[in-house]
């Protein structure tokens, strides 16, 4: 079981920048790939960004590549989500995920499983324009 708390989501103005903060508290986490996802009021839950279990290989949407970087600190038990030049259709609220999935590799390029039984509380990203 591993239980997950996100932070640091905050009011933030367009063009800034913001980094979450996704804890678990599983001595396992180091073994799990971490993705966060967001959902804006009215719309479904979109993927964001994952990192693989040793923190080599990172996925991204189209939304976020470029602009968002994942990392993980597994000492700390913990990944980072860093968001900048931040848009108004950024707002959401903010999840992180933990699957014990690898992820599947097609070539070089390393690609999450769409599988996480274990979900944070969320934390709110407000970007004003």
């Known amino acids: 079981q591993v239980q997950l708390v996100e932070s640091g989501g905050s009011l933030v103005q367009a063009g800034g920048s913001l980094a979450l903060s996704c804890v678990a508290s599983?001595?396992?986490?180091?073994?799990?790939?971490v993705s966060w996802f967001r959902q804006a009021p009215g719309k479904e839950r979109e993927f964001v960004a994952a990192?693989?279990?040793?923190?080599?290989?990172?996925h991204y949407a189209d939304s976020a590549a470029g602009r968002f970087t994942i990392s993980r600190d597994n000492a700390k038990n913990t990944v980072l989500l860093q968001m900048n030049s931040l848009k108004a259709q950024d707002t959401a609220v903010y999840y992180c995920?933990?699957?014990?999935?690898?992820?599947?590799?097609?070539?070089?390029?390393?690609?999450?499983?769409?599988?996480?039984?274990?979900w944070g509380q969320g934390t709110q990203v407000t970007v004003s324009s």
């Open positions: 990192v693989s279990w040793n923190g080599v290989h990172s």
């Open positions: 599983s001595g396992t986490f180091s073994s799990y790939v």
């Open positions: 995920a933990a699957s014990p999935r690898t992820g599947t590799y097609v070539g070089s390029t390393w690609s999450p499983d769409p599988y996480y039984p274990y």
